[in-house]
């Protein structure tokens, strides 16, 4: 997506973008690494979000607040962390519904879901967490000031307005987070799982006529930000969006 767009607007003798696998162990070493190497910037995934904020210069105001980066730019040698996931996923959001007054089901306590919790909570939306272990749950609840449910206790996603899965549910095994009876045409359904494009959840959404999001969605819009943030750039959205759709396809 990050290379596409660099081709595009001819700026790919500047800016390649590579993938690294960094073992927990290793990552202090990979963050000094960007700062020995000059390397403009780093992608963060799963599983350093946290750890990562550490071991930065700067955090900005978003990141601190969620606890996770997913954007790391460096100038001249001050690494500064930004969190674009959050607004990724606002922003596709937002383009469905106004999220003031909405009650949202979250499902998951993870890095991604602080973020999008942050997100629903800054909008003015009510948020009631749902998460497989009791204390992880209970504690991003208590932290952001929502409720919280255990996911064996789904009956009241029925009355929910937005329902997002944020747990890896449905990426590899074509398993839902809920049933599919807890679903209904006045809904909005986000699965941030962006492969397989198609989700079981994805699937019982639109099988009750519930208005879907695609996880890809998130990904391409987190994508934007990093993109203006690395580059300086624009973002040539139209050409990202393509080239992720065809990847996942
Ligand atoms: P994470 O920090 O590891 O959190 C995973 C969450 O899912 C935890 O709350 C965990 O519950 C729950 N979970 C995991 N396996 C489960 C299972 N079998 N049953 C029930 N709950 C389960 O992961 P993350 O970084 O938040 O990522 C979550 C998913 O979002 C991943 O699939 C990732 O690819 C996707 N993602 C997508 C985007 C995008 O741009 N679309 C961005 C970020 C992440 P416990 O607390 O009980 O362990």
């Not at 927990?24 to 000059?38: E, M, R, V």
């Not at 991604?112 to 909570?121: D, H, K, M, W």
């Not at 009956?155 to 049933?179: K, R, W």
């Not at 391409?220 to 996942?248: C, S, W």
Request: charged fraction near 25%; charge should be positive.
């Amino acid at each position: 997506m990050h290379n596409a767009a660099c081709k595009i607007l001819g700026i790919d003798d500047q800016f390649i973008f590579l993938p690294a696998e960094v073992a927990p162990k290793n990552l202090k070493l990979a963050i000094d690494g960007l700062k020995g190497l000059q390397i403009r910037g780093a992608s963060v995934t799963i599983p350093h979000k946290m750890a990562v904020t550490a071991l930065l210069h700067k955090v900005e105001e978003d990141a601190k607040a969620i606890g996770a980066v997913n954007t790391i730019v460096n100038r001249d040698g001050v690494l500064t962390g930004y969190n674009t996931d959050w607004k990724g996923a606002i922003d596709a959001l937002e383009k469905r519904t106004n999220l003031k007054g909405k009650k949202a089901a979250v499902i998951g306590a993870g890095g991604a879901a602080r973020g999008i919790v942050y997100g629903l909570i800054k909008k003015g939306a009510f948020v009631k967490i749902f998460n497989r272990s009791k204390d992880k749950g209970a504690s991003l609840a208590a932290e952001f000031g929502c409720d919280f449910t255990s996911l064996d206790q789904t009956g009241e996603i029925a009355e929910m307005d937005i329902i997002i899965n944020a747990t890896p549910l449905g990426m590899t095994e074509n398993v839902s987070p809920i049933e599919k009876q807890l679903l209904n045409s006045a809904q909005l359904v986000f699965d941030i799982v962006y492969s397989p494009k198609e989700t079981k959840l994805i699937k019982y959404a639109k099988e009750k006529g519930a208005k879907i999001i695609y996880g890809y969605e998130m990904l391409l819009n987190q994508g934007i930000y990093q993109f203006k943030l690395f580059t300086g750039y624009d973002a040539p959205v139209e050409v990202m969006r393509k080239i992720l759709e065809k990847h996942l396809r």
